[in-house]
């Protein structure tokens, strides 16, 4: 069984700072892309950062110069440093991972169940 458990979550105020964590577990094979997405209330579910195995990162623009998406490949975990916080940057925040199993060529999109992230102002 394949878990997904992010954490690192909470109630911050705006210009703050957060730093999630995503560590995936299981009968994993490799883990080619892992990534952060977020889902505010009212809204649909959108892309935060992605990063390759091979550490090509890509940031949605709202997270570009705040946020930094780094991965411990021997840990099977990603990281999301979250700066200079925001009011709209409240919300859901899910992590996923594009995962395969010994024997299978096929690709897996695994997701965590979330953790909350809340900027006041």
């Known amino acids: 069984q394949v878990q997904l458990v992010e954490s690192g979550g909470g109630l911050v105020q705006a210009g703050g700072s957060l730093r999630l964590s995503c560590a995936a577990s299981?009968?994993?094979?490799?883990?080619?892309?892992m990534g952060w997405h977020r889902q505010a209330p009212g809204k649909q579910r959108e892309l935060v950062a992605v990063?390759?195995?091979?550490?090509?990162?890509t940031y949605a623009d709202s997270a570009k110069g705040r946020f930094t998406i780094s991965r411990d490949n021997a840990k099977n975990t990603v990281y999301l440093q979250m700066n200079s916080l925001k009011p709209e940057d409240t919300a859901v925040y899910y992590c996923?991972?594009?995962?395969?199993?010994?024997?299978?060529?096929?690709?897996?999109?695994?997701w965590g169940q979330g953790t909350q992230v809340t900027v006041s102002s």
């Open positions: 996923n991972a594009l995962l395969s199993f010994r024997g299978s060529p096929t690709r897996y999109d695994w």
């Open positions: 299981g009968t994993i094979f490799s883990i080619n892309v």
């Open positions: 990063i390759s195995s091979g550490g090509n990162t």
